[in-house]
């Protein structure tokens, strides 16, 4: 499987991946940043939280190594916690911000 075809699977876990408080997922709401995968298939992910402050932070942290780590292809995985760029609204998908009432 190349490095694209596991970066795609990513994606499609990461969907599964929500914050308690808020009805989409981590990746529609724009708090994925970054999704590195090296040929060996150690991955890692810069993402970030609608707050700084997000009492479910190490929660949702934790979901997301697990369900990338689950990817077939993916030796490890890392998650680091960015606040640069910090995080708005207009990060998120058309589906999102429709869900949220945005649009």
Same mark, same amino acid.
């Given at each position: 499987?190349?490095?694209?075809?596991?970066? !795609? #699977?990513? $994606? !499609? *876990?990461?969907?599964?991946?929500? &914050?308690?408080?808020?009805? $989409?997922?981590?990746? &529609?709401?724009?708090?994925?940043?970054?999704? &590195?995968?090296?040929? %060996?298939?150690?991955? *890692?992910? %810069?993402?970030?939280?609608?707050? =700084?402050?997000? =009492?479910?932070?190490?929660?949702?942290?934790?979901? *997301?190594?697990?369900?990338?780590?689950?990817?077939?292809?993916?030796?490890?995985?890392? $998650?680091?916690?960015?606040?640069? =760029?910090?995080? &708005? #609204? %207009?990060?998120?998908?058309?589906?999102? #911000?429709? !869900?949220?009432?945005?649009?």
């Amino acid at each position: 499987m190349t490095t694209f075809e596991i970066e !795609e #699977k990513i $994606v !499609e *876990v990461l969907k599964t991946v929500f &914050d308690p408080e808020i009805p $989409v997922n981590v990746y &529609d709401l724009g708090l994925i940043y970054k999704i &590195d995968v090296s040929e %060996d298939g150690a991955t *890692v992910v %810069d993402m970030t939280l609608t707050a =700084p402050n997000c =009492p479910a932070a190490d929660f949702i942290m934790e979901d *997301v190594r697990m369900k990338v780590e689950s990817v077939e292809g993916v030796t490890s995985t890392t $998650v680091n916690l960015v606040f640069e =760029p910090e995080w &708005d #609204k %207009d990060m998120m998908s058309e589906e999102a #911000k429709l !869900e949220l009432g945005f649009l």
